[in-house]
RNA sequence: GGCCCCUUGGCGGAACGGUAUACGCAGCGGACUUAAAAUCCGCAGCUCGAAAGGGCGUUCGGGUUCGAAUCCCGAAGGGGCUACCA
């Protein structure tokens, strides 16, 4: 630190800036006088400002973290000064697998090793400043907490919305449990990258499909950035049609699901998914082995295999055969792994003259092309070289319902699913790209799911050797009055090869007799997500011991004004957090449909060397030597100087000592001598100036700009001869929501006694931000030829006499004659000649 | 492959359709100093010119407009999401 090496000089004795000293100390001061502490007052408006709490690593706080806090922070503060009511509340995300992986690999217990990060972060976010309302802490692992979670999921439960299924899941051996879709990338685990397998499990699965409409529309009402169409993309929502074909062999009807119900009768074969249930029916005595293989091949590839559009696409022929409805043709049955099990009825009709897909395949297995759909132009296209996917019109239709050709297909398609309907062969159908939410994990480090079994069993299932059944099929609801179910202690958190999960080794846990009877509690545990689904509820009234939280303290805070975090949870977090709130609204005990007004994303923050920060890359910047070498106030400025918000920029050091130096010219205004004189025109214009567009940058998050302001404004004071104290005043309040702890000790030298975090905001003069005299730009044809300083509300007879009277730009009109005047007060004054 | 976003000095970036490059960094010159650091004051897009001044300039190509970094169309490069969703 260079600064430490200044000796005392004895002309100069002024204070130096140091933050080391002066943060701690307002640090403490908001502490003792619980500054922060969120109230309502009558009459005030509120303000609930929320950032995406962190999951408390053993990295500690990376310098990501600050940005979107000291940016809440920033709109936090202001609104106090502003007269609002604020909730900017702070908590922990702490459920998680790094701490179970920890403490497989260390016999630490989770517990131990989330308390030590908890501390951490906790003193981090402190020595940062924010002005959070730490009573109102919450921890998503705390007892308290983990109680009305399972609460909201035994409201899931009781509506129907959490259901067993035997599904294949994507099972992680690595990790020993199974994952979501949404944390699958590439077939490898979203955390490790390890490889993950389609195994069938007995999970607990959320209905968040039974939603997918409410949660697609009501995203119009929301003030998001492009996360709504993320959102709108994950929720997939296909209008189509449903058709049924007969078989030949079978009474079974194959039900396919179409957006181009048009294309029917382009049907020339049908494809099942290999796990489709009527593969098994389908399949003659002389396919029956190429089948069998085939099922096979597919149960064992890796989900990457299957999903690898680039590779060529295989199936096998079942030797059935489906009867297309519309034409009454014979169309062979195929199984083939290109077909999802899982999206919309397993089994498709395939059209290969007018779909990629079936395209590709019927050329592989030598399969019928036939067209039906022809572009509208006349064009003639070659069907056998590559499938005709746009719409256009019926081409040469043969069809029972007397299809003309030549019918546009938004018609035909309309047509073919009205005569479907006549006939009971089908109709329109909604589908969504969608999935219920695989919601267990057979993992010891979440939320126990508060449901048990009977058992059935002669003996005491607890006992080694004693044979038992646990009925899944009968799950009941753990009753309210015992929640929290809490985790046993577990001196072994590994995974195991058993997907039931390390709890199935807690017996004494697991299984209980009432009344005689044995019951089994569930094994598996919540997923990570389930605690952030509703953390901002329990911000209202974190301590409440009877309920999740009280009506009124719904009705004082409630919805959350701004919500700012990283977009890396666009899709997961955002939709079941909404998926969740939805459920809440019908249960009754919340009142808006959506939780969070206005959404952004902080722009990730990248290393010096303009790539993402990493340990391996060399690159990491640690938010704790950062404040010690230059402070928490120049950290949270600088984050908030870098660009955008949103934006995502590189860290530079000298930047950062750019923003310090301004800090302590800053400093030296309030400390230096100041005069009580009123300031001169220019200056209090500057200074109204700047309050507006500080305000205005603030509510519109573009703190870069208002930090750039409120340089010019510092930068001017400090060239007076005689710096005005109401000037440095009103400087030091604008700073306070970005450079808190600066602002609160100029504020004290200035003469103040406590905190400024409640005084107002001052008030800018609108007279005074307007120019009465402008310089505005000259053009002639258009280019830029000088300028000319004239009244704002000069005409345009001045503004043109005045421009002619510049013997430059009378030059570039070359005493030619003005055809046109453009005019626009204040802005341009453009001259057309001929 | 599909959808979305971005591209402005040496660098981070600024600019309701109106003098492009504010502010900061790095750089250069000066003041202070025995000297340096720190601080303060100035200069600073590229290019031609001794200067006055000119020409060119917001990735590239078109268009709309009196006027385009900004709006529209197309291309290139970079980033994000998604990925056989019938």
Redesign the pocket.
């Known amino acids: 630190m260079?600064s430490m090496a200044d000796a005392p000089s004895p002309s100069e004795s002024r204070p130096r800036y140091n933050p080391a000293e002066i943060e701690p100390k307002w640090q403490r001061f908001w502490a003792d006088h619980q500054t922060f502490r969120a109230t309502r007052t009558p009459g005030h408006p509120k303000l609930y400002v929320l950032d995406m709490f962190p999951y408390p690593s053993g990295a500690g706080l990376h310098v990501g973290h600050p940005e979107g806090y000291t940016a809440t922070d920033i709109v936090a503060r202001h609104a106090r000064m502003r007269g609002f009511d604020v909730l900017h509340p702070m908590g922990w995300d702490a459920f998680g697998l790094p701490a179970e992986q920890h403490a497989i690999a260390t016999g630490t217990h989770p517990r131990t090793t989330t308390v030590q990060n908890i501390q951490v972060f906790r003193r981090q976010l402190q020595m940062l400043g924010f002005s959070y309302d730490w009573s109102r802490e919450v921890d998503t692992t705390a007892p308290s907490y983990v109680a009305w979670t399972q609460w909201i999921f035994l409201q899931l439960f009781r509506r129907g919305l959490a259901y067993q299924a035997k599904i294949p899941v994507n099972w992680c051996p690595e990790l020993g449990t199974v994952l979501a879709?949404?944390e699958v990338?590439?077939g490898k685990s979203e955390r490790g990258s390890h490889p993950v397998e389609r195994v069938p499990l007995r999970q607990w699965m959320l209905r968040i499909t039974a939603y997918a409409d409410r949660l697609g529309s009501d995203l119009d009402s929301l003030a998001w950035p492009?996360t709504k169409?993320?959102q709108l993309?994950?929720i997939?929502r296909?209008e189509?049609a449903e058709i049924d074909l007969a078989l030949e062999q079978s009474t079974e009807k194959i039900r396919v699901?179409?957006?181009?119900a048009d294309t029917l009768p382009g049907v020339t074969y049908v494809v099942l998914?290999p796990e489709h249930p009527l593969v098994e029916v389908l399949t003659a005595p002389s396919q029956r082995d190429q089948v069998r293989a085939y099922v096979d091949a597919t149960r064992t590839k890796s989900e990457v295999e299957?999903?690898?559009?680039t590779?060529s696409?295989t199936g096998v022929f079942l030797g059935s055969w489906a009867v297309n409805p519309i034409n009454g043709d014979r169309v062979p049955v195929w199984a083939a792994?290109?077909?999802?099990?899982?999206?919309?009825t397993?089994a498709?009709?395939a059209?290969p003259a007018h779909?990629e897909?079936d395209h590709?395949f019927a050329r592989t297995y030598d399969l019928a092309i036939v067209q039906v759909v022809a572009p509208s132009d006349g064009t003639h296209v070659d069907i056998q070289q590559a499938a005709y996917v746009d719409d256009g019109v019926s081409f040469q239709p043969r069809t029972r319902m007397g299809l003309a050709d030549g019918t546009p297909s938004a018609e035909v398609r309309q047509q073919v699913t009205a005569w479907l309907s006549e006939q009971g062969l089908g109709g329109p159908k909604v589908?969504y790209?969608l999935r219920d939410w695989v919601f267990s994990r057979q993992r010891y480090w979440g939320e126990p799911i508060p449901i048990y079994f009977p058992v059935d069993t002669d003996g005491d299932p607890r006992k080694p050797g004693v044979e038992f059944t646990i009925r899944y099929d009968e799950p009941r609801a753990v009753d309210e009055a015992e929640l929290p179910l809490v985790l046993p202690d577990l001196e072994d958190f590994r995974p195991g090869t058993d997907p039931a999960g390390p709890l199935a080794r807690a017996t004494d846990w697991r299984f209980f007799q009432k009344d005689g009877q044995w019951f089994a509690r569930e094994t598996n545990t919540m997923p990570q997500w389930a605690g952030s689904c509703w953390y901002y509820l329990r911000f209202l009234d974190p301590n409440n011991r009877d309920r999740p939280w009280d009506p009124q303290a719904y009705e004082d805070w409630m919805p959350v004004d701004l919500y700012v975090g990283g977009?890396?949870h666009?899709?997961l977090h955002l939709l079941y957090a909404r998926f969740w709130h939805k459920v809440l609204f019908d249960v009754g005990v919340v009142r808006h449909p959506e939780p969070f007004i206005r959404l952004v994303h902080q722009g990730m923050i990248l290393g010096e060397n303009?790539e993402k920060m990493s340990k391996s890359r060399g690159n990491v910047i640690n938010p704790d030597d950062v404040v010690g070498q230059y402070g928490a106030d120049a950290l949270r400025t600088y984050e908030m100087?870098?660009?955008?918000l949103e934006?995502?920029?590189?860290w530079?050091t000298?930047?950062l000592?750019?923003?310090r130096?301004?800090l302590?010219?800053v400093f030296a205004l309030g400390m230096g001598p100041l005069t009580d004189t009123a300031a001169d025109l220019e200056t209090t214009r500057l200074v109204h100036k700047t309050l507006k567009k500080v305000g205005d940058d603030i509510d519109a998050l573009?703190f870069?700009?208002a930090?750039?302001a409120m340089?010019?404004l510092a930068?001017h004071l400090?060239?007076q001869e005689q710096v005005p104290r109401d000037a440095v005043r009103t400087l030091v309040l604008m700073l306070s929501p970005f450079a808190p702890h600066l602002g609160e000790e100029l504020w004290q030298r200035l003469g103040a006694s406590g905190s400024l975090a409640y005084e107002p905001w001052p008030t800018f003069d609108p007279v005074l931000v307007r120019d009465e005299v402008v310089?505005?730009?000259v053009?002639v044809?258009?280019?830029?030829?000088?300028?000319i300083s004239i009244a704002v509300d000069a005409t345009v007879e001045v503004a043109k006499e005045t421009a002619l009277s510049d013997a430059?730009i009378r030059?570039?009109v070359g005493g030619k004659a003005i055809k046109?005047v453009?005019y626009?007060p204040?802005?341009?004054l453009?001259l057309?000649v001929a």
């Open positions: 260079a879709n949404e990338i590439d492009d169409a993320k993309h994950w997939g296909s189509g699901f179409t957006t181009r998914a299957r999903t690898d559009a590779k696409k792994d290109y077909v999802l099990a899982t999206y919309g397993g498709v009709m059209v779909d897909r590709a589908t790209r977009s890396e666009a899709v303009n100087f870098m660009g955008p934006q995502v920029k590189p530079q000298s930047g000592e750019g923003v130096r301004f302590e010219r573009r870069n700009t930090i750039s340089m010019i930068k400090g060239q310089t505005i730009g053009q044809n258009g280019k830029s030829r000088g300028a430059r030059s570039f046109k453009v626009v204040g802005k341009i453009n057309i």
